[in-house]
């Protein structure tokens, strides 16, 4: 059964960039989408972005300038970067497989944003 | 954009009990775009039913899934203590993809 895991620090400095990395264990990442969710503490969950494992992405609007989806096919990885990160970006972050519907999901890992 | 509203917030049941809860979208999104989720505490949310109505895979079959249009419905018909979580609705398909805001069902 495919699995996957968040991996990255746990805690960020404003203004900073917050790195993330998802290892998908189980099963390969080809021929598939692969996604990052997030949910603030106390709100709902948010749908960050995807990519496909050739490589090409699709990023919400209202983080579209600050995020950025990557896939590593050799270590059937693929990671996301947050950049300018505020104490709004302080949320638990899955990783996912599907583009807008997530049939496999991380555990998630907590990041929290603050100096 | 679309918005899902769910209700209740919070269902406090009996195991044993059937247990409804509700999705609705603040515009049509049709039959087959809509999904649930089920979180329990300190885990990864699971997909429990996807196109409305469809149960995935190892889903058991007292969980169910209708509605189209803008009222979509989870059914759980007799309760079981593990089902005890937050369950979301989530359209599939636009970009971003809305969730709901969730409802805890709780053990009464």
């Known amino acids: 059964q495919v699995q996957l895991q968040e991996s990255g620090p746990g805690l960020v400095k404003p203004s900073e960039t917050l790195s993330l990395t998802c290892t998908v264990s189980g099963g390969s990442i080809s021929t598939y989408y692969w996604s990052w969710i997030r949910q603030p503490p106390g709100k709902r969950l948010e749908w960050l972005g995807y990519i496909y494992y050739s490589g090409s992405t699709n990023y919400n609007p209202s983080l579209k300038s600050r995020v950025t989806i990557s896939v590593d096919m050799s270590k059937n990885q693929f990671s996301l970067k947050l950049s300018s990160v505020t104490a709004a970006d302080t949320a638990v972050y899955y990783c996912?497989?599907?583009?807008?519907?997530?049939?496999?999901w991380g555990q998630g890992t907590l990041v929290t944003v603050s100096s | 954009e679309i918005v899902l509203t769910q209700s209740p917030g919070t269902l406090s049941l009996s195991p044993g009990e059937r247990a409804t809860l509700f999705c609705r979208a603040s515009?049509?999104?049709?039959?087959?775009?809509l999904v649930w989720y089920q979180q329990k505490r300190g885990q990864a949310p699971r997909l429990l039913i996807y196109?409305?109505?469809g149960r995935a895979t190892d889903i058991p079959d007292r969980f169910s899934g209708s509605g189209s249009g803008t009222n979509f419905t989870l059914t759980i018909s007799r309760l079981e203590p593990e089902d005890f979580a937050v369950y979301y609705c989530?359209?599939?398909?636009?970009?971003?993809?809305?969730f709901g805001q969730g409802t805890r069902l709780e053990i009464k």
């Open positions: 989530q359209q599939y398909g636009p970009s971003p993809p809305p």
């Open positions: 996912a497989r599907g583009a807008t519907r997530a049939d496999y």
């Open positions: 515009q049509s999104i049709g039959s087959g775009s």
């Open positions: 196109g409305a109505s």
